[in-house]
């Protein structure tokens, strides 16, 4: 399925290298004012340009279809198109035999029996997380209208071996061009944080805020990993030292270890959590996959315009994909 909501339901449609990408978002409530201005603020953030990603541009203009009168949402189903306008088609033929590591190629072909396009990996592309920020835009304003302003910090805090924390931006620009000139990419970790939600959102056990949250992340691609709060490191520390301690009739903790959340259920303090983002798999390396046809082991090298390091351009696909679970809760719990 390409479908992720309940309430608030966003689909997304397209291939990478077909005639463009969408998102069809169902369950909006009317009324709501979109700025396009604003939407292409966000988009973006998403874009390619800097240090480390691909050179593959694209002008990502918004094209409502429908749901969307004189800025104002009507309550229709809301379709809005981007246009492919960049592609490169050429580098794709031989992977239906030899499937690049590392990507959906061999998975995908056996799945479809063939017949999917695996050109700029289809369906499977990032190319397809546009309509995840426009579809995140518009969750942030019915969660704006619903409850007021709410706060989003994004980060890069980890670039393969390097913490943003403690490394200059021309050491790291420096790094990422190493990476490059090697044929290599890197990953790394992203940190999340929103404030300022309404309390009890989210529902106990299968649609509590980590696993919607979680299910939606997971949908991005290259996301290998998840964790709320303290996560993983936290699992060393005591009871005693874990427990954060209430210090406000308004739920106020002391420390955040929980990451915002008890029971699933918000509890008034920031949404906090680390998202791991796997190594670009296209990489200008040479190296070994087995070719279907020859039913051998051989050389592949991959060719195109890749990112040496796409996680640079997935913070605001993190944000919106939680900005949409969040919208989509926030629903149920109004209705």
């Known amino acids: 399925m390409n479908s992720f909501g309940n309430i608030f339901r966003v689909s997304i449609y397209g291939e990478s290298h077909g005639a463009g990408v969408g998102v069809i978002l169902d369950g909006v409530p009317p009324g709501i004012e979109i700025s396009e201005e604003d939407l292409e603020k966000e988009l973006s953030k998403r874009k390619s340009g800097a240090v480390g990603t691909t ?113 200059e931006k021309n050491e790291l620009e420096n790094y990422i061009l190493k990476i490059q000139e090697e044929g290599d990419s890197i990953g790394g970790v992203i940190r999340c944080e929103i404030s300022n939600l309404p309390i009890g959102l989210g529902e106990p056990f299968f649609d509590s805020i980590e696993s919607m949250i979680s299910h939606g992340v997971f949908s991005i691609p290259g996301v290998k990993g998840i964790e709320f709060g303290a996560g993983f490191e936290g699992c060393k520390k005591k009871g005693s030292e874990f427990n954060d301690i209430f210090i406000s009739e308004q739920g106020k903790t002391e420390t955040n270890n929980n990451g915002g959340i008890n029971g699933g259920i918000t509890n008034g303090n920031s949404i906090v959590f680390n998202v791991a983002v796997k190594p670009t798999s296209s990489i200008l390396k040479a190296q070994k996959t087995f070719n279907f046809k020859s039913k051998k082991i051989e050389e592949i090298n991959i060719k195109g315009r890749h990112d040496v390091a796409f996680i640079l351009r997935v913070p605001i696909i993190v944000e919106s994909m939680a900005a949409i679970a969040l919208a989509d809760l926030l629903l149920r719990e109004k209705k």
Not at 114 to 130: K, P
């Open 55 to 167: 050179k593959r541009i694209e002008q990502d203009k918004a094209i409502f279809l429908s749901g969307i009168k004189q800025r104002y949402t009507t309550g229709a189903p809301i379709n809005i198109f981007f246009e492919n306008k960049n592609t490169d088609s050429k580098t794709y033929v031989d992977f239906v035999d030899l499937p690049r590591p590392g990507h959906a190629d061999f998975a995908s072909v056996k799945k479809y029996l063939g017949y999917n396009d695996l050109r700029g990996s289809g369906h499977f592309s990032g190319r397809l997380t546009v309509g995840i920020v426009a579809a995140g835009y518009i969750g942030k304003k019915i969660l704006e209208k619903t409850s007021g302003k709410i706060d989003y910090k994004t980060d890069v805090m980890q670039l393969g071996e390097k913490s943003l924390k403690t490394t």
